[in-house]
């Protein structure tokens, strides 16, 4: 009787330690996969799909793809690339939504690329920035630092 409870309890204690140290050696993989960028983490045609799927959905929204500079290591990772964005949100607006859902205070900058390549003016409608810089595929990618 006892002695199969106990026997019970340290398989379940046993299993409990062992799980997070499961979890903890595939981290590297699921963070080497968040940390790869869209592009490459979906083929052309994917993409592509995609877009076509959320403009029929969304008409008036664009999509946008977010993503952190490949060398930057002090500001955090967001928990979502994908944003639909309204096309007359200006890029100072989308910055703004940006900087609280990284938290970041004050003192810390942030920069916004558009197509890897841009810094466009915060003034710019979305829909301005997206008819100008969309990449192949359909969506808008902008690069934080």
């Known amino acids: 009787g006892d002695s199969?409870?106990?026997?019970?309890?340290?398989i379940t204690t046993g299993l409990f330690q062992t799980l997070p140290k499961l979890k903890a050696n595939m981290a590297p993989f699921e963070k080497s996969m968040e940390m790869?960028?869209?592009?490459?983490?979906?083929?052309?045609a994917t993409r592509k799909?995609?877009?076509?799927?959320?403009?029929?959905?969304?008409?008036?929204?664009?999509?946008?793809?977010?993503?952190?500079?490949?060398?930057?290591?002090?500001?955090?990772?967001?928990?979502?690339?994908?944003?639909?964005v309204p096309s007359e949100l200006t890029l100072g607006q989308f910055l703004?939504?940006?900087r609280n859902k990284i938290a970041l205070d004050s003192s810390q900058t942030?920069?916004?690329?558009?197509?890897?390549?841009?810094?466009?003016?915060?003034?710019?409608?979305?829909?301005?920035?997206?008819?100008h810089h969309r990449d192949a595929d359909g969506f808008l990618y902008i690069t934080y630092a």
Not at 36 to 44: G, I, N, S, T
Not at 55 to 84: A, G, M, Q, W
Request: proline share 5%.
């Open 110 to 131: 942030l920069f916004l690329l558009v197509a890897e390549k841009s810094m466009s003016c915060m003034s710019s409608s979305m829909g301005d920035i997206y008819s």
């Open 96 to 98: 703004c939504l940006l």
């Open 4 to 10: 199969t409870i106990s026997l019970a309890a340290s």
């Open 49 to 84: 799909d995609e877009v076509c799927s959320i403009r029929s959905k969304f008409p008036n929204k664009l999509p946008v793809i977010v993503e952190r500079y490949i060398r930057e290591k002090t500001l955090p990772l967001l928990d979502k690339t994908k944003f639909l």
């Open 36 to 44: 790869m960028p869209f592009k490459q983490r979906k083929c052309l």
